[in-house]
């Protein structure tokens, strides 16, 4: 795979991310050396996508704790604690935010009696483990899917859950790289996907980086492609995923899912176990991030509405589980019945 840009590095003891606001007309990277630093980046969604965002806190928290007092495992865990929490207030929906830092929060705690500044050493260690594991992870999610599709499909996607959205490859675009090394010619089709436009700066951006077909369409003409036989397959990512298979990702993905069902299309969700919450036991239940207004209105550098309208801005929505024809984990394949199979593949692991 090659591709140019590079969404998370660890470099000179600094974390460094590309600018995803600025994308696509300027390719900016930023260096980040405090834990607040990192909680706006987040917050703005210079960092964004639910894996990348797991990893940027698991780093956040090592720079919250890098300086924390060593004489005590007492003093120093209320330090972590501290960064940790107000990293957890960044953005809502993403269930790897919690489970990176709740992987670190476990690291200190069943090491409490090392010498603490080696126990900041095994802290970075985690951090970077948390990023590696990830490349892994979204190749195997992506082989998985490859055995849904075949050769010179048209596939639709929405929002990005692309290589921007992780380390490398993505969840959903994995099978769309691998295909492309394979040889074969799918045909991509990107929701812009209002009101941040994912799809059209993020997605199609990367994808024609890397010389795969793919064309940009607005939200809104997803039924009429569908309705034309263009799409064989919906493919999406997702920020978090219930115990019952109920799916939360970018807003627009239900509408999606309910116009597949209503052309007969396979929807199908791409998703490291990392996104899946089993103490959320339905999509009712996870908590949708609302955003700015501006992000509705003034999108262009102009107001495309009165100053102020009023504007209703959630950024995610659910997807019940019966409009999803399989997750696809870098563990295997999940179908319904969703509640008891999800279970199965975390029961695998002992
Ligand atoms: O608001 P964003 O850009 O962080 O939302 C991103 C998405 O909804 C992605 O589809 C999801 O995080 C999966 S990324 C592999």
Redesign the pocket.
């Known amino acids: 795979m090659d591709n140019k840009l590079i969404t998370i590095e660890w470099k000179n003891d600094k974390l460094v991310l590309i600018d995803?606001t600025k994308l696509p007309n300027e390719i900016k990277y930023e260096e980040f050396e405090t834990v607040e630093s990192v909680w706006d980046a987040i917050q703005v969604?210079k960092v964004?996508?639910?894996?990348?965002?797991g990893v940027a806190a698991g780093y956040g928290l090592y720079l919250g704790i890098k300086d924390a007092p060593e004489e005590s495992f007492e003093a120093f865990w209320k330090v972590l604690k501290e960064a940790s929490d107000y990293l957890a207030t960044s953005?809502p929906?993403?269930v790897?935010l919690f489970w990176a830092l709740e992987r670190m929060e476990k690291v200190a705690e069943d090491n409490s009696n090392m010498d603490i500044a080696d126990l900041k050493n095994l802290l970075f260690e985690e951090a970077v483990a948390i990023h590696k594991e990830d490349e892994d992870t979204?190749k195997k999610i992506g082989e998985n899917l490859l055995t849904l599709l075949e050769d010179k499909m048209g596939i639709l996607t929405?929002?990005?859950?692309?290589l921007l959205?992780?380390t490398k490859y993505?969840?959903?675009t994995a099978p769309m790289y691998l295909a492309k090394e394979k040889g074969w010619d799918l045909k991509i089709y990107a929701d812009e996907?209002r009101p941040?436009l994912?799809g059209s700066t993020?997605t199609a951006l990367e994808l024609q980086m890397a010389g795969i077909d793919v064309t940009v369409i607005t939200d809104s003409m997803a039924a009429t492609v569908m309705d034309q036989g263009k799409i064989n397959a919906v493919i999406?990512?997702?920020?978090r995923v219930a115990a019952n298979g109920d799916v939360?990702?970018?807003?627009g993905?239900l509408g999606v899912s309910i116009l597949a069902k209503n052309y007969n299309i396979p929807f199908y969700v791409?998703?490291?176990t990392s996104?899946i919450d089993l103490n959320t036991k339905t999509g009712e239940t996870i908590p949708i991030?609302e955003?700015d207004k501006e992000e509705v209105i003034n999108r262009f550098g102009e107001y495309t509405a009165l100053k102020d309208s009023n504007v209703y801005n959630p950024?995610?929505d659910v997807t019940p589980h019966e409009n999803v024809t399989a997750i696809i984990t870098e563990k295997g394949i999940v179908k319904a019945p969703y509640d008891e199979n999800i279970k199965k593949l975390f029961h695998n692991d002992n």
Do not use: S, Y
Not at 48 to 53: N, T, V
């Open positions: 995803q969604m964004r996508g639910a894996p990348a965002i953005r929906t993403a790897n979204n929405h929002c990005n859950a692309g959205a992780t993505g969840t959903a996907t941040r994912q993020l999406v990512g997702t920020d939360a990702n970018k807003i993905t791409a998703a490291p996104t991030e955003r950024a995610f």
